[in-house]
């Protein structure tokens, strides 16, 4: 059995709060929570990559020190639109990186994508509370995130639904007691489609999930249910389990989140209703809980039937790829996530069909991967930069 590897530390109130991705599903929900009690909160820094308007308007809202633009050709238009106001702007990866150094006590890490693991590394650095909602990261570089935690004795509080349940019903005190883990996953908006008509799937229908409002990347990755294969080595690094310890379990209702079996057969688990508002008020409240949230309650009589299935790994492959990939380790992990999203960015621009997205990444992670894990951020960023290319050359050879 391997250590706790969430760190729990006794910690404050939340007062000055960082969102990285504040434009996108989750940071805007965090900026929902936020308004429902703003005197609670000195927004710190905000930073997106390309919404200048929405990130204008944010700015202006919630008065924060600094923004952060990551297109450096839209610093102009944001000048513009924030002129009059006193907030420092930046523009540029290494802006972003800046808003999550900036000092905070709390840091929302929601930008989508490896694009995130330089800023939340940033942010790790502070020693304060990361509530981490992007999973990237973890699947690219989980060693190396995890050992900055530990080292700058830093607070991570996983946002993602499941790992947001499974880490409120551990018991990590007696990780040694815990037999398995289990993630459900609702089975994305083709699980009732016959395998056959899966080739044919187009862009609008895979990016509208039938439970959860989400960003492309993420709707998309849970229609192929490698969102739940990215999920799996997530929780790999967040928790005391080995590999072989976690499962998953299709719950087309997406009420039931994440379940502790312990050894001696007793199971724990996590609910709430399908709104990622949930376990983000979980993290900006902890080690409290918040009392006026404004999330909405789980009615479980009005839901009725919960009901649960195995997995089809025949017909969703990517559970399969993402723990071979886990099990492999080296850089598998970080070529899986790097040549996904590149095949979803390609499945998005029409280029690829819906079944080649698991086809190319399995074969860029045969083509690519070796056996060393990456032992800097300079190392993920050029394996991650190679496994791109590699993956779009097999595109491009399709
Ligand atoms: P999204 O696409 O809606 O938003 C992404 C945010 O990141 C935006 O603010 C965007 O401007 C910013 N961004 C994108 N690329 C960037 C770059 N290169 N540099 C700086 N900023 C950049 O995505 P989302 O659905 O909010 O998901 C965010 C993360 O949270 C993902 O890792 C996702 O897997 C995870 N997550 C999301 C949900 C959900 O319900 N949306 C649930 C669980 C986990
Ligand atoms: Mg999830």
């Known amino acids: 059995m391997t250590a706790t590897r969430v760190k729990l530390k006794p910690s404050f109130n939340p007062k000055r709060v960082s969102i990285l991705g504040s434009t996108g599903s989750i940071g805007q929900s965090t900026i929902k929570l936020l308004q429902q009690s703003p005197e609670r909160y000195e927004v710190v820094a905000l930073s997106a990559r390309s919404n200048v308007a929405l990130l204008a308007e944010q700015a202006r809202a919630l008065k924060p020190a600094f923004v952060a633009i990551e297109d450096a050709t839209l610093l102009p238009e944001l000048k513009t ?41 940033a942010a790790i650095k502070q020693g304060t509370i990361i509530a981490l909602a992007n999973k990237e990261c973890l699947v690219c570089a989980g060693e190396m995130v995890m050992a900055e935690v530990n080292k700058h004795g830093t607070t991570l509080l996983p946002v993602d639904s499941e790992h ?41 229908q895979a990016v509208h999930h039938p439970n959860w409002s989400m960003g492309a990347k993420i709707s998309v990755d849970s229609a192929t249910m490698m969102n739940k294969g990215l999920e799996i080595i997530e929780a790999y690094h967040l928790f005391p389990v080995e590999k072989e310890q976690i499962d998953v379990l299709v719950h087309p209702q997406s009420i039931v989140h994440g379940l502790v079996s312990y050894c001696d057969g007793s199971v724990v688990a996590g609910l ?5 508002r949930v376990p983000i008020a979980f993290t900006l ?29 025949d017909k969703f492959p990517a559970l399969r790829i993402a723990r071979e990939a886990l099990i492999a380790g080296g850089s598998a992990p970080l070529v899986l996530n790097a040549a996904n999203e590149v095949a979803v960015q390609a499945f998005i621009n029409e280029k690829i069909g819906f079944m080649d997205i698991t086809r190319i990444t399995e074969q860029a992670i045969e083509t ?23 993956t779009a050359s097999l595109i491009a050879s399709l």
């Open 81 to 121: 639109a924030l002129a009059g106001t006193n907030i420092k702007i930046g523009a540029g990866c290494d802006a972003i990186i800046e808003a999550a150094a900036e000092p905070a006590d709390w840091v929302m890490s929601a930008i989508v994508g490896a694009a995130a693991l330089a800023p939340t590394l």
């Open 164 to 204: 947001n349940a499974l880490f409120q019903a551990m018991d990590f005190s007696k990780a040694e007691m815990i037999d398995r883990l289990t993630l459900t996953a609702s089975g994305g908006p083709f699980r009732t489609l016959p395998a056959a008509e899966l080739k044919n799937v187009t862009v609008k």
């Open 272 to 276: 709430s209703f399908t709104d990622m």
């Open 285 to 313: 409240g902890w080690p409290a809980r918040l009392e006026s949230s404004g999330t909405p309650k789980l009615d479980l009589a009005k839901i009725g039937n919960l009901t649960f299935e195995a997995p089809n790994e």
């Open 368 to 390: 690519c991967r070796d056996s060393k894990t990456p032992a800097s951020l300079e190392e993920v960023i050029a394996l991650d930069s190679e496994a791109r290319n590699c």
